[in-house]
C-alpha cells in the first residue's frame, strides 16, 4: 500500500512555501504523483435593504486578482516541484471547499495546513476544514505549523475501538511503516481489560505490516487534555486519529477530540473519517 497520488491544498491567502515543501517531501518518499490545488470564489458584495447587490467592476477587480495570485502559486509550486516529483496544477474561481471534495476522487491522500490557517479568511477564499475531513472520503493530513518534512521519529496513534479509528489506522500505514516507533494510545479513566484487548490487537496488527509498535493507557479523565498532553511527552510528530463529527443546521462540528487536535499545530494530524 501507498500514495500513488497525493493532492496538496493550498489556501490562496496564507503562507504556503513551507507546505509546499512538505507535500514535495512527502511525495518524494512515496513516490509520489503530486496535484497541487488551490481555489477561491469572488465575494459579491451585498446590502442589508436591497439584498444582493453586483458591482460589476469590483467583482471584475476581484476575480482578477484571484487570477493573479493563483498564477502566482502556480509558478512557485512547478519551481520548488521541479524534477523532483511527477506533478500537476489545477485550480479554479469556485468556493474551495465543494471542489475540494469533488477533487477528492484524485488522490489517495490529501495534504493541507493547520486549522488556524483556515480560519482567517472568508469562506469563499479558504477550505471549511471540516467538511472537507468529513465529506472528502479520503485521508487528510493536516501539517505541523512549521513543518517541511514529514516526520521520522515518534509517532501516536489515538485509539478507540470506532470504525473511523480502524480506517485512520490502516490509510496512515504507509507513514507509520516509516516512523521509529509508533505507540497506541487510549486515554481511560478506568481502562478495562477489553480496552487493553483492544489496543494489544491494534499492537499485533501493526507487528504483521513491519511497524514498530507499542501500546498505552493514558489514565486521564479529559480525553483531549490527556490525548495532547501525552503527544507532547512522546515527542509525537504524529498524531493519527479518526475524525469524528456531527450536522448541526448544515455545518459540520467536529467532536471535542478532533476539534482539539486539529487546534494544535506542534505535530501533523492525519484524520479519517
Known sequence: MSYRTILVNLNIDGPVARLMDFSIN????????????TAAGVVV?????QGILIDGE????DREEIELR??????????????????????????????????????????????????LGHPERCINLGDVVLQAGRPVLVAAKDAKRIF???????WKDTREARRAVVDALPLLCQANEVVVATVARDADTITQE?????????????????????????ES??????????GAELVVSGAYGHS??????????????????????????
Open 70 to 119: 493563483m498564477k502566482e502559486l502556480r509558478r512557485e509550486f512547478e519551481s520548488l516541484a521541479g524534477t523532483h516529483v511527477s506533478h500537476e496544477w489545477r485550480d479554479a474561481v469556485v468556493n474551495p471547499t465543494p471542489l475540494l471534495v469533488e477533487m477528492a476522487r484524485v488522490a489517495d491522500l490529501i495534504i493541507t495546513g493547520s486549522d488556524e490557517a483556515m480560519t
Open 225 to 234: 487534555e490527556g490525548l495532547l498532553g501525552f503527544a507532547r511527552q512522546v
Open 198 to 222: 483492544s489496543i494489544d490487537d491494534v499492537v499485533a496488527f501493526l507487528h504483521r505490516h513491519g511497524v514498530k509498535a507499542l501500546s498505552k493507557i493514558v489514565e486521564d479523565k479529559h
Open 26 to 37: 512527502v511525495a518524494t518518499r512515496f513516490n509520489s504523483h503530486l496535484i497541487g490545488f
Open 248 to 273: 448541526r443546521v448544515r455545518e459540520l462540528v467536529f467532536g471535542g477530540v478532533t476539534r482539539s487536535l486539529l487546534a494544535e499545530g506542534g505535530f501533523s494530524r492525519f484524520l479519517s473519517s
Open 152 to 158: 521520522a521519529n515518534t509517532a501516536l496513534i489515538a
Open 58 to 61: 469590483t467583482v471584475r477587480r
Open 45 to 49: 458584495p451585498t446590502t442589508a435593504r
